[in-house]
Nanobody, 121 residues
Framework: QEQLVESGGGLVQPGGSLRLSCVAS????????IGWFRQAPGKEREAVSC????????TYVDAVKGRFTISRDNARNTVFLQMNSLEAEDTAIYYC??????????????WGQGTLVTVSS
């Protein structure tokens, strides 16, 4: 019953923007840190960003710093990933996950199904 559902992916040109959403059901999202991950074809899964449940502090992988912003709307049980200045290298399936270790990456115990982001001209 605990679910995370991503949406907002699609095709965008380099330099464009997308906003991904991650909606939780079956649990109260505000009680958990939520991370965004991505996996490109033929590559390993990569942690992109995370937002804490305690103080909404955020972390980002170096490759997206200054371009991506993670945020949360606890009233809507939703976490967002605003992606600006997208590059071809950002093409991947993006997943959100519940992180019961508060962004430590050690307790990823619920995952969404993923949403595909394709950055191409």
């Amino acid at each position: 019953q605990e679910q995370l559902v991503e949406s907002g992916g699609g095709l965008v040109q380099p330099g464009g923007s997308l906003r991904l959403s991650c909606v939780a059901s079956g649990f109260t999202l505000e009680d958990f840190a939520i991370g965004w991950f991505r996996q490109a074809p033929g590559k390993e899964r990569e942690a992109v960003s995370c937002i804490s449940s305690i103080d909404s502090s955020t972390t980002y992988v170096d490759a997206v710093k200054g371009r991506f912003t993670i945020s949360r709307d606890n009233a809507r049980n939703t976490v967002f990933l605003q992606m600006n200045s997208l590059e071809a290298e950002d093409t991947a399936i993006y997943y959100c996950a519940r992180d019961s270790s508060e962004c430590g990456g050690n307790a990823l115990d619920a995952w969404g199904q993923g949403t595909l982001v394709t950055v191409s001209s």
